[in-house]
């Protein structure tokens, strides 16, 4: 399967436990994007890289979130000391180019914070 | 980037066809109205955009008013696989998609 790949696809955690998922886009789609869905709600825009480089970030990345794209291929997102607020499916997308491209989407990752 | 009005929920018989409407009164003149929709528990599915022109691919037609304050998208024979939520979104590019919460389309036997 040559599609966007996200590790785990299920995530429990305790309040304040840090969890990092991982995004795998398809292979040579310099942008990707994360977005965060609750239940009931589209996808809000998280974060979005163009290789190596994150060029926007939402208001709704607190400092407790970080994202990396390190060498311009997977990208990690990281929650630190989650709460229960942070419980969501985590989306990651990627597209070849930018701008008007289609954006490929991942299975996203279920976040359950106790 | 304008905002989208979509109904929150259509039902469309087997086989028919399913005209989905959204509303984009404030559109700006280099915005494209994008149509994006999500199964159960998938991520999100690129269906089709489009500016000014009618466009038709493999899998749905999308109709843009000549004033491009409204459009339609047609799924022209729907199924029950077309059973998903459908997103109308409005951009300059693909840079940030903001999805509202779309229309829960339900395809009857």
């Known amino acids: 399967d040559t599609g966007v790949s996200q590790d785990p696809r299920h995530k429990i955690t305790k309040r304040g436990q840090n969890v990092t998922f991982r995004c795998d886009p398809i292979s040579e789609h310099n942008r990707l994007y994360w977005y965060r869905q609750t239940l009931g709600q589209g996808p809000e825009f998280l974060t979005y890289f163009q290789n190596e480089a994150q060029l926007e970030k939402s208001r709704l990345l607190s400092d407790r979130f970080s994202a990396e794209r390190p060498k311009g291929s997977f990208s990690t997102l990281e929650i630190q000391r989650t709460e229960q607020g942070d419980s969501a499916m985590y989306l990651c997308?990627?597209?070849?180019?930018?701008?008007?491209?289609?954006?490929?989407f991942g299975p996203g990752t279920r976040l359950t914070v106790l | 980037d304008a905002k989208t009005t979509q109904p929150t929920s259509m039902d469309c018989a087997e086989g028919r066809a399913a005209n989905l409407p959204c509303n984009h009164s404030t559109i700006s003149g280099n915005e494209y109205v994008y149509w994006y929709r999500q199964i159960h528990s998938q991520g999100p599915q690129y269906i089709i955009h489009?500016?000014?022109n009618n466009e038709t691919n493999e899998m749905a037609s999308l109709i843009i008013t000549e004033d491009r304050k409204s459009s339609t998208l047609i799924l022209p024979h729907a199924t029950l696989r077309d059973t998903a939520v459908y997103y109308c979104?409005?951009?300059?590019?693909?840079?940030?998609?903001?999805f509202g919460t779309g229309t829960r389309l339900q395809v009857f036997p």
């Open positions: 997308a990627s597209s070849f180019l930018a701008g008007y491209n289609e954006q490929f």
């Open positions: 489009g500016l000014k």
């Open positions: 979104i409005v951009a300059y590019n693909t840079d940030k998609l903001i």
